[in-house]
């Protein structure tokens, strides 16, 4: 079973700080991961994904992930973030070769002006 | 690009009441999923579809039906509400094979209130 933990549920930043949101699966084979966003009311964006090669993706709007073999870990960071990327961040694995895909408890971005 | 609808955007029913959502696609995706969403919760996937007429069942099947005749849509059947249940009802699809595998694309969602 494939399990994703996303241990902040809250985080708060000023607009121009750096974030990272922090993502850690459990599971032992070959898996997909990816991080969506979801602005309030509406449905969840995708923003990148990971599967194998660089361990550090870009993704849509200057976000990054890097996957950690080692810390099971696929955490997503900005530079410098803006009052519109307040939302929920969503992380979320796929097994390689299956269908089902569990998502992470999310994690709400504020970015204060 | 592609759209996903789900209807209705809004659904108040009755406790006990057999209540449907609907959700079509353009995609042509061959993969539909059912996630419910609860209040500052994450997604916990109820139904899935590899294919048209073929249903999976997810960790939160129990209390749910999905119906899949049509590759382009997907519904998902509350049996019998419960009072005072309040989340969200989203729909996504995938495909199987190419560069966009393993993206999900979600519709806005259905917000389900049971008085």
């Known amino acids: 079973t494939q399990t994703v933990s996303q241990s902040d549920a809250h985080v708060t930043v000023f607009e121009g700080d750096s974030v990272e949101l922090r993502c850690n699966y459990s599971?032992?084979?070959?898996?997909?991961l990816s991080w969506y966003i979801q602005h309030h009311g509406r449905g969840l964006q995708f923003l990148l994904k990971?599967?194998?090669?660089?361990?550090v993706v870009q993704g849509v709007n200057g976000f990054e992930a890097e996957f950690s073999k080692s810390d099971s870990s696929f955490h997503l960071r900005k530079a410098s973030v803006h009052w519109s990327d307040s939302a929920v961040y969503f992380c979320a694995v796929r097994r390689t070769g299956g269908y089902k895909v569990v998502f992470g408890s999310g994690t709400r971005l504020l970015v204060s002006p | 690009g592609g759209i996903i609808t789900q209807t209705p955007k809004f659904l108040i029913g009755q406790e006990g009441q057999k209540l449907t959502l609907k959700c079509q696609q353009n995609?042509?995706?061959?993969?539909m999923y059912w996630y419910r969403q609860d209040s500052g919760k994450g997604l916990r996937l109820i139904y899935y579809s590899i294919t048209e007429n073929d249903l999976q069942k997810g960790d939160l099947s129990e209390g749910y039906d999905a119906s899949r005749e049509k590759k382009s849509s997907f519904s998902l059947t509350v049996t019998s509400a419960q009072k005072n249940e309040m989340a969200v009802f989203l729909c996504?699809?995938?495909?199987?094979?190419?560069?966009?595998?393993?993206?999900?694309?979600f519709g806005a969602g259905t917000r389900l209130s049971v008085l």
């Open positions: 996504a699809s995938s495909i199987v094979r190419g560069g966009s595998q393993n993206t999900l694309y």
């Open positions: 599971y032992g084979g070959s898996i997909y």
């Open positions: 995609f042509n995706h061959d993969t």
């Open positions: 990971y599967y194998s090669g660089n361990p």
